[in-house]
């Protein structure tokens, strides 16, 4: 089964807009960590947000915000005011009894395309 | 993600031959994971190594396959006799020890080994 699953392949979305990336989880476990990375065209792994599932506030980084719906298993990225530079892969990942000797696991990913 | 250096960046090997993948960690981390990330898709675990020890082996596939993590040095994945489907990007993963703060938050990623398998 999969344990993170995020449903849009590929998304559009107008510069200096908001956008909402999807990804629900699967997991029996308490205590786990969710993340989000960003593949761009060069490839590398970027990490931009951490959710634990113990915090009791949605994590923010900048334009970053992390709609974490624990009841649903979800943690939406929100990205706000959207730049040509945010054009990427985006990946939800999730840790396991959260500590850092678990793998992260990972989502299939969104393609993010900004259009000016 | 510059602290964690992979090599080669791209590595283009014939079939039947070895691909050797080096990672070096971040100052100052001990543990590292390896992963592989096919075409279109997202990266799959493969394996979790601190300094001299294996952790956590259950993503390698069994054979052809290894990796270690020496005292001295980098973090080295070896595949031997390459095929097709060994083409794929590795990425190396470091990050504190477990129980330290920092080991909260996400991993530290290397700039990946593209490797070509022709």
């Known amino acids: 089964a999969q344990k993170i699953t995020q449903t849009q392949p590929g998304m559009f979305v107008q510069e200096k807009e908001a956008v909402t990336l999807d990804c629900t989880y699967d997991t029996s476990d308490p205590s786990y960590g969710l993340f989000w990375y960003k593949q761009p065209s060069s490839g590398e792994m970027i990490f931009l947000i951490y959710q634990g599932s113990y915090d009791q506030q949605n994590a923010t980084e900048g334009r970053y915000s992390l709609n974490f719906q624990k009841a649903r298993k979800s943690a939406n990225l929100v990205i706000s005011a959207s730049q040509l530079g945010d054009s990427a892969m985006y990946f939800c990942?999730?840790?396991?009894?959260?500590?850092?000797?678990?793998?992260?696991?990972f989502g299939k990913g969104t393609r993010l395309s900004v259009i000016a | 993600n510059a602290g964690v250096m992979q090599n080669p960046r791209h590595l283009v090997r014939r079939r039947g031959q070895e691909a050797r993948l080096r990672c070096s960690p971040m100052k100052g981390h001990s543990h590292v994971y390896w992963y592989r990330q096919l075409p279109e898709e997202g990266l799959k675990f493969m394996v979790y190594?601190?300094?001299?020890?294996?952790?956590?082996e259950s993503g390698m596939p069994k054979e052809r396959f290894s990796a270690e993590f020496p005292k001295e040095g980098p973090s080295i994945l070896r595949i031997q006799q390459v095929v097709r489907g060994d083409s794929a990007a590795y990425f190396c993963a470091s990050f504190f020890p477990p129980g330290q703060r920092e080991s909260s938050y996400g991993y530290t990623f290397g700039s990946g080994t593209r490797l070509t398998v022709v």
């Open positions: 190594l601190q300094k001299e020890n294996i952790i956590d």
């Open positions: 990942a999730m840790r396991e009894r959260n500590s850092g000797n678990t793998p992260l696991v």
